[in-house]
């Protein structure tokens, strides 16, 4: 019989911790996303592998959702098989979140924003996982048929059941995030986050006004796809790998969106950080931590060495503004 994992003692000196918003909680800078490669297709004992290297690292966030896959459900499982198998004996030192919101099951009552398919969809996750409680429950994204009332009432009510610790929303905008956040404080269950899809080449988030709306409201935020579904790497700087995802018919990166002016911007911010001794996945991860309403960066990965990579960020967080302007200029 093997011995039991255990992690390793020195996991807190490795990364530093950002409160969230105006909340007692604090987050890893780098948090690590479920979404892809966790699933019942993907092969068990590589997941284990990245969620005990995060861990050793001082990653103690780990953002998965009802439909996280593929299939959808499956990521939650497998999760619960790690947390089973190497984590009993450290729940308490681990954030763990869930999200509902997308098509989960057939019906009325499998996705958007409703009391019904939020409660449901958060008592079948809590089953996957083996859990009586997460540290976070989002409303996955804004329902603009179901009375924004409903949506939050029903966070509120996940809350203070107990199943969740703090509520967040992903994908909502300036304008709802507003309203969102005023009818919980009004309901005295603060929203503790906000999940924004914000990167070097997506930056609605700054268009739209969400950052100030989240200063005012006292909430964080932990972007994902910070890396642009792996633009924002060395891997497309001179063609496209067979293994990657623009490669993929049914990946989220299109092949087609790789155009030559696309790689000549890679180019060149991949030169801008070779020259401050980083990847370039590394530098559009410090460019993101740079907002000071930025609690993390929620990554994704499929191998360990992509963690080891998010989590080398870290060492040099600082931005010259100098180095701000270099990038802007690729980018217009």
Known sequence: ????????QNRYETIPYRRCGRSGLKLPVISLGLWHNFGGIDTFENARAMVRYAFDNGITHFDLANNYGPPPGSAEETFGQILKKDFLGYRDELIISSKAGYRMWDGPYGEWGSRKYLISSLDQSLKRM?????DIFYSHRFDPETPLEETMGALDSIVR???ALYAGISNYSAADTEKAAALMKSLGTP?????????????????????????????????FSPLAQGLLTDKYLK?????????????????????????EKIIRLNDLALS???????????????????TSALIGASKVSQIADAI?????????????????????
Request: charged share 25%.
């Open 1 to 8: 019989m093997s011995s039991p994992w255990l992690p390793s």
């Open 161 to 163: 059941s107990g199943k």
């Open 276 to 294: 401050r001794g980083q990847k370039l996945s590394q530098l559009a991860l410090v460019w993101i931590l740079r907002h000071p309403q930025v």
């Open 130 to 134: 083996g859990l009586d409680y997460v």
């Open 239 to 263: 063609d496209i790998p067979p293994d990657s995802r623009a490669a993929k018919p049914s990946g989220f990166l299109k092949a087609e969106e790789i155009t030559p002016e696309v790689r």
């Open 191 to 223: 929203l503790l986050i906000h999940q924004p899809k914000f990167s070097l080449f997506n930056r609605w988030v700054e268009r739209d006004g969400l950052l100030p709306v989240l200063d005012t409201a006292g909430m964080g935020s932990i972007p």
């Open 312 to 332: 080398g960020a870290a060492r040099n967080l600082e931005l010259s503004g100098e180095e701000l302007q270099k990038i802007e200029d690729i980018l217009k």
